[in-house]
């Protein structure tokens, strides 16, 4: 089936570092990715929705400056979490949708951040 | 997205179907409904999806009832392997993104 790569599955950096995480789509283009957080027994929440070539479209609350997406082609998004401080601290994931094919969309495996 | 409803959690004998409810009841009509599951520490893993019609496939069976207002995803011989967090979601908008909820917590016991 089809795969999304997340990398780092685990990342520690200290506070005031930026962090970027990667999220690829190994076998179909992804026209749109979305990026999550989830926090420690709670359910995944939509923090942005990015479109290939264009701004990403951030949820109520998420700061855009804080965290910066970029989607520059078909099967590359990354999300860059600016300035991080312990609060930021959480379990990131990000899903593809293929565009072309089934339109399904399908997870990374996530990515830990502690930021200490 | 429609809004759904889930039962918080489930238990279920390992080797006996799993049946786990989602109510959608403001579902439209051309809403899909999805099933995903979330195994501990893990991205979510898509299980399966239908319209109006009954859907089969190597993981599980959903049951979408006539009117669509609710759904049941079976697990037909459920193992230790399938204890997860299944959310039931019916996505809309023009993304089509992802919302979720508390989902179920299954769990499968020896």
């Known amino acids: 089936g089809a795969v999304v790569s997340q990398h780092p599955s685990w990342v520690i950096c200290k506070s005031g570092t930026s962090v970027k995480i990667e999220c690829r789509s190994l076998?179909?283009?992804?026209?749109?990715m979305f990026w999550y957080r989830q926090f420690p027994k709670q359910s995944l929440m939509l923090m942005a929705t990015s479109n290939e070539g264009s701004k990403a479209t951030y949820e109520q609350g998420v700061e855009k400056d804080k965290f910066l997406i970029n989607h520059a082609s078909l099967t590359l998004s990354t999300l860059t979490v600016t300035s991080a401080h312990p609060e930021d601290s959480s379990f990131y994931i990000c899903?593809?949708?293929?565009?072309?094919?089934?339109?399904?969309?399908?997870f990374g495996s996530g990515t830990r951040l502690t930021v200490v | 997205d429609a809004k759904t409803t889930q039962p918080t959690s489930m238990d279920c004998a390992e080797g006996r179907a799993a049946n786990l409810p989602c109510n959608h009841s403001t579902i439209s009509g051309n809403e899909y409904v999805y099933w995903y599951r979330q195994i501990h520490s893990q991205g979510p893993q898509y299980i399966i999806h239908?319209?109006?019609n009954n859907e089969t496939n190597e993981m599980a069976s959903l049951i979408i009832t006539e009117d669509r207002k609710s759904s049941t995803l079976i697990l037909p011989h459920a193992t230790l392997r399938d204890t997860a967090v299944y959310y039931c979601?019916?996505?809309?908008?023009?993304?089509?993104?992802?919302?979720f909820g508390s989902g179920t917590q299954l769990t499968v016991l020896p």
């Open positions: 899903s593809a949708r293929d565009g072309g094919g089934t339109g399904r969309t399908y």
């Open positions: 239908g319209l109006k």
């Open positions: 979601i019916a996505p809309s908008g023009s993304a089509r993104q992802l919302t």
């Open positions: 076998d179909f283009q992804a026209t749109t």
